[in-house]
């Protein structure tokens, strides 16, 4: 079966879909050990980031094992993960924290 959503990093938040998925659709992500199902509470575009777990308000997102944001709402496992409700920290402190160059 051809996998839906990529997990980047084992510890990370959220999986990035591999095609566009419908809302009530589970999917399934994993790397190395970590195995997370989910079942799709939104429709998610091909890219687009899916929370794997419940994510409470204010709290980081984690992608490439790394803070990406924070979260601006509680955000629910399979929901869609985007600026309307993760503030990034793409241009912010970060990228001198984790020594990425701009």
Known sequence: MRNKVILMHPQDDVATALTDLEASEQV???LDE???DVVLV???AFG???ALRDIAEGEEI???GMPIGK???A???GEWVHVHNCRSHRWGFHNDTYG???
């Open 28 to 30: 399934t992500a994993r």
């Open 34 to 36: 970590r195995v997370v």
């Open 42 to 44: 939104q429709d998610i």
């Open 48 to 50: 687009h980031k899916v």
């Open 62 to 64: 984690l992608k490439y």
């Open 71 to 73: 979260a601006l709402c």
């Open 75 to 77: 955000i629910r496992a």
């Open 100 to 102: 990425l160059q701009a």
